[in-house]
Each structure stands twice: as structure tokens, then as C-alpha cells.
């Protein structure tokens, strides 16, 4: 295995101008290579842009995704306190549950008073209490809970905020996912483009090839001539790709309402995702060229 | 140095050749004749391991190549000069930097080599079609070239394929005498070629031998 050094990596992007003139260019694998490198990593950006955002929203609505529920009991005047007791106590012994409190007269007073004024004679109207939830991080089984509480405190009812936020999380989530995977398929894609033009690009210089063979040369060499090329090619379309993808994200459009597309871009340091794109490209191309070289030349003696 | 033992070879149907055994000592200058068609080609190319053996065993500097790795290969075509039968060249490139290719691919800097290259154009006498294409070669000119571009590296064995193929009588004296020259340096010459006037004109200039390959097998002749 070959140490790696920095003056290795420099041979590597210098080159060797002799060895560079034995393989002629191939005009048409080379424009080949740059076009398709440069509008797989133009994809890439947007793709990188719908992870990140996906990402980001994922994360805000998971935490917003509100630690608490509530219990509300409807009962006869004379049956509320026991109920309230009677569900206090199933809450307590229900893992997952942080803590449990009882609204305060007040507490209810304001929630009611946009509907029914300030001065709500809370004693007199068949109110339901509220119990406050806080659940703890690992969430509870709010279909195990409904089920005691069933039981014990028949008039409870179970209101869990996360019900209608849950979906919307998991969509997030999964858009990141779908993100990632198109960056993971654009790149395969790439690899694929670049193995076909640099299968092309041996085959057209295959006399090339078994003079250099007969020469003496090694095959790290011959595969060299090729992969520095096809690497340099991949890593320069890839950055105009970039760059162009980067400047759309910029000029998409903002919305000015909360929403999914009016999120889609990067914030800040997420300016610097974009960057990977090149060299990601640069390593896809090196391992094809590199792979597609050996391949041929191990059909040569 | 070049060592065949029992050496068999076939491209498929039918042995080409038929358990041959020799040795090219150092310094030895061989002529390998035969009717066209007869595998002196074939025999060459076991020498410097472009093919291997179907049976027996082939020893290039004391060791089988079978045994050689594909880096090993290279080094070892480093250290014999082969000019080809259709002499191989890059006919993009310009006749020096052919005749410089095994320097550059084993990774020597040309403008080390600069005065050697030169010297060694001049000797071939190609030193004015130095940026000349290959194709823009007379068939002498070529083989000449070819010649050159097989001593650049200063290897220890010269195999020549039919490097008098297509030249007239002067020329062919000219590039016999340049490996005649290369003999008495202390290289280890191989000449394969059906021109008998070539193996008599040598005479008395070389102390040579002549092998011939006939009906799949190898016999050594008389020393010239
Ligand atoms: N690559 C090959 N595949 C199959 N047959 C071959 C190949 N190369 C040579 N031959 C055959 O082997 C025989 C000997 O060829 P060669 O060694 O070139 O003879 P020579 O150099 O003595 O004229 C010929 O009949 C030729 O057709
Ligand atoms: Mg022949």
C-alpha cells in the first residue's frame, strides 16, 4: 500500500507531461465526462438542498412535537374529584409520563375565557377538568393508557397532540431519507457515465496501451495516464455544476409563509454541503477510471 | 540469462513448437532462421514473456516467468530490447519521443537522458528526423528506429524480429553492423531472420550461432 502523501497527491494533479502526450486525447469521452459530471452534480445540489431542508424541518417538528398531552374528564359534579384522583393515580404509575398536573381554576379561567368572557363561574358549568402530561423522552403507550383509564376513570379522554404532528414528522424524515438516496443514485449514475466513457477512451487507445505494455511500462502508469484525466474532468464539471445549482437554490423564490418550499436551501454553514459535491465526484471518478483500467489491462500481458 | 526447457508453445489446435530447450548465455550472438510460418515470432515472444509457455519451463534472468508478477514484467522488458516485427510505435508521437518511450514509462526524465538520446539518434543515423511521425518514415528508417528505441534503456539482451525485413542489402549491412557493435559492448543479441545472405555476411565480423526452427522443433547449427 502506497503511503499517502501530499507530494503524491501533487504528482498526481501536475501530471506527467510525457507520460500525458503518449495517450492521445479523446476529444469525445472527455466533453463526455465533463457534461455528465457537471449535470449530475447540478441534481445533486437540489437533491442535497430537499435532504438538508427535510432534515432541518424533521428536527424543529420532532421537538415541537409537544412533550405534552392533555387528559380531559367530563363527570357529575359529585364524581369529578374521584375520577380526577382516580386518573392521577393510573398517570403516575404509566411509564413514559414525566409528570402530571391538574389545571389550576385559573389556568382553565383563561383557556375558556376567549369563548365564554372573564368572568366564567367555572363552579356552575358542567366544565370538564384538564390534567396537563408531560411525557418524558421516551414517549408513553397512549393506546395502553386510554385502556386503564377506560377502567378507572371512565369519563377521561385522552387528547395527545402528537397524533396529527406525527405524520408530518415522518414525512419530513422521509424526505430526508429520499434525499440522500437520489445524492447516493446520482453519484452510482455518475460512476456508471464515467466507466462507460473511460472503457471508451482504453478501447480507442488499446494500441496506445500494448506499447506502453511492451515498453516496459507498469500498469499503475498506463492506468494513471487515464484516471488523472478522467478524475480532473469529473472534478471540473462536477464544481461548474455546482456552482450553477447553487446560484438556482439562491434564486429559487422564497415564500413568505411557514411552508415545506419555502424552506428548500441551505442556511448558513449549510452553505458548505454543496462543496462536497466535487470532491465526492472526484472520488467516484478515480475509483471507476481506476477500476475500468485495471480490467482492461489485466487482458494484457 | 534466456533459458527454454522443454519448452513447449501452441495457439490452440496443434503444437507451433515442440519441447525446445536452449540457453542464451551472456554476450552470445544467435541467428534463428526457418521458413516463414515456422514460429520464430512465437519463439521471441517466450523470451521476454509475452507469452507463456503450454509446457516447460521459461527462465528470463534466472527466474520462471511464470513465477513473475505483472510489475515484475515490466522490470524485466526494461532489461531486453526487442525490435518488433511491425516495430510498434506510437505514430502520434514524434520518432524521438518513440524512440524515448521506455525511458519515459519507467519514469526516467528524458532531458536527463537529452545527450543520450541524441548520441543514440545520431548512431541509428535519424538524428535530422528526430520530429518526424512514424509514418513519415522510410522502412528503413523505421527499423532503424525500432532498433534505437530497443538499446535506449541499455539492456542486457537485444531480440531483433526481422529487422532487415524490408531494407535493401546496404541497409541491412548498416543495421547488422549495429548489432554487431551492440554484441561487442557485451549484449546478448538474438537475430530472428529467413535471409540467409544476412547470417553469411556476417561471418567472419561475429562469432555467432545459428539455430533453426523447422517442423516444431529447434536445432542448433554450426558456429558461424
Ligand atoms: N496470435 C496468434 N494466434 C493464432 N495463431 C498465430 C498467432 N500468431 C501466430 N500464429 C500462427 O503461428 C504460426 C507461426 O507464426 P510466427 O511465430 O509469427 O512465425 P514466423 O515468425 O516464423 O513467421 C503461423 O502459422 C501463425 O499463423
Ligand atoms: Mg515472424
Redesign the pocket.
Known sequence: MKQFELSHVMDFIIGDAQAERAVPPTGFTARLTLFAAAVMAFLAVFALALSVSAGRLSERWSAELAQSATLRISAPVGQMQAQTDAALGVLETTPGIASARVLSDDEQRALLEPWFGPDVPLESLPIPRLIEIVEADIGFDAEGLRLRLVAEAPGAVLDDHTRWRKPLAAAASRLWFLGWLSIVLIFAVMGAMITLAANAALAANAKVISVMRLVGAKDSYIANAFVRRFTLRTITGAAVGMVIGAIAVVLLPSAQEEGFLSDLGFAGAGWLWPLIIPIVAGVVAFLATQAAARGTLKELR | MIELEQVSYS??EGE?LSDISISLTPGSFHFLT??????????L?LCYGELLPTAGHVRLFDRDVRSLARDDIAEMRRRIGVVH?DCQFLDHLPIADNIALPLTVAGHSVHDDQSNLTELMSWVGLRARAYALPPELSGGERQRAALARAVIMSPDVILA??PTGNLDWEMSQRLLQLLVELNKMGKTVVI?T?DLALIRAAKGQVQARVLR?ANRHLTVGADL
Do not use: N, R, V, W
Not at chain 2, 34 to 43: I, L, V
Open positions: 495457439y490452440g507451433l526457418g521458413p516463414s510460418g515456422a514460429g520464430k515470432t512465437t519463439f515472444k516485427q524480429d526481422e530472428a529467413h526452427i
